[in-house]
C-alpha cells in the first residue's frame, strides 16, 4: 500500500470512529448532562483517540473485548453504566471499520463513515432511571442507581439538521446523590 493510500486510510479510520463515538446516544447523553464532569466534551474527544491506539495496539479483537473496553471507559470516565444494547453494535461498527482499514478498503472505510453520520440524525435519545430495590430493613444510604440509556429510531430528519429532542434534560442539585451518580428524569 503506498503511504499516501496508508495515510488517507488512517484519516478515514480516525473519521469513522468520530462519526460512531458521535452518533452514539449513550455517550451524547453522558456528555450533554456533563456524567464526566465538567471536562464531558474533552473526555468524548479524547475517547477517540483512546479507540484508535486500542485497535493498534491490540490485535485480532474479539468484539467482547471491545465491548468490554468501551463499557469501562464510560464507566471510569462518565459514571455511566450502558444498558440500552448499544454496546455491540457501537463495538461492531468500530471493529468493521478497523477491519477495512487493516485491508486498506477506503471505499468502505468513507461508505460506513457516511452511513453512520446519516443515521445519527434519524436516532433520538432518551434517559431513563431505575433504581434497584432496596429491603427495608436495610438503611442503605448508598443504593445502586442505574443510568438505562434507550435510543428509538424516529424517521424525522429536516434538512440534514439533527433536531432536538423536545423532552431535553436538565439535571438538579437534589438529583445528584451522595455516590456521585446522577438521576435523570424527563422534564414534565
Not at 99 to 112: I, T, V
Request: aromatic share 6%; charged share 30%; hydrophobic share 40%.
Amino acid at each position: 500500500m503506498m503511504a499516501g493510500a496508508a495515510e488517507e486510510s488512517l484519516t478515514l479510520f480516525r473519521a469513522g470512529i468520530r462519526a460512531a463515538l458521535e452518533a452514539w446516544p449513550a455517550l451524547q447523553i453522558a456528555v450533554e448532562n456533563g456524567f464526566g464532569g465538567v471536562h464531558s466534551q474533552e473526555k468524548a474527544e479524547w475517547l477517540g483517540g483512546a479507540v484508535e491506539e486500542y485497535f493498534f495496539r491490540n490485535a485480532d479483537l474479539e468484539l467482547e473485548e471491545v465491548e468490554d473496553f468501551l463499557g469501562e471507559l464510560m464507566t471510569n470516565e462518565f459514571d455511566t453504566v450502558v444498558e440500552d444494547g448499544s454496546l455491540p453494535q457501537v463495538s461492531q461498527q468500530l471493529q468493521t471499520m478497523f477491519r477495512h482499514l487493516q485491508r486498506g478498503d477506503r471505499a468502505a472505510l468513507k461508505e460506513m463513515a457516511s452511513f453512520i453520520t446519516q443515521r445519527k440524525c434519524k436516532v433520538r435519545a432518551t434517559a431513563l432511571t431505575t433504581a434497584r430495590e432496596t429491603d427495608e430493613d436495610e438503611d442503605d444510604a448508598n443504593s445502586v442507581e442505574e443510568m438505562e440509556v434507550a435510543a428509538m429510531n424516529d424517521g424525522a430528519v429536516t434538512d440534514g439538521v439533527c433536531p432536538q429532542p423536545p423532552d431535553s434534560q436538565t439535571i438538579k442539585e437534589e438529583d445528584i446523590v451522595e455516590d456521585g451518580w446522577t438521576i435523570v428524569r424527563r422534564k414534565k
